[in-house]
């Protein structure tokens, strides 16, 4: 069974930055991703990065967000900065094989 494991989700000051990683059971995912969820919206795309790469941003995370994967460790990380209350909310990892595969989410609580 593919499992999706998500760290690095925590409390931060309004301009901070986190780094979120999440690490695959499996190998050879063509495309890895971050999705997030906030409180009363639809879950969002935040970044993808397929295997070769060529990272994929909404328009939100452009110029603060940066993805990144590690395929021989068969991990993506997120990497946050200058981070806005509104980016608060639950970020998922996302997989895909040939189906969809998500993590189990990660708090990201952004104070001001």
């Known amino acids: 069974q593919v499992q999706l494991v998500e760290s690095g989700g925590g409390l931060v000051q309004a301009g901070g930055s986190l780094r979120l990683s999440c690490a695959a059971s499996?190998?050879?995912?063509?495309?890895m991703g971050w999705y997030r969820q906030a409180p009363g919206s639809q879950r969002e795309l935040v970044a993808t990065?397929?295997?070769?790469?060529?990272?994929k941003y909404a328009d939100f995370a452009k110029g603060r967000f940066t993805i990144s994967r590690d395929n021989a460790k068969n991990t993506v990380y997120l990497q946050m900065n200058s981070l806005k209350p509104e980016d608060s909310a639950v970020y998922y990892c996302?997989?895909?094989?040939?189906?969809?595969?998500w993590g189990q989410g990660t708090q990201v609580t952004v104070s001001s």
């Open positions: 996302y997989a895909w094989k040939g189906m969809d595969y």
């Open positions: 499996e190998s050879i995912f063509s495309i």
């Open positions: 990065i397929p295997r070769a790469g060529g990272a």
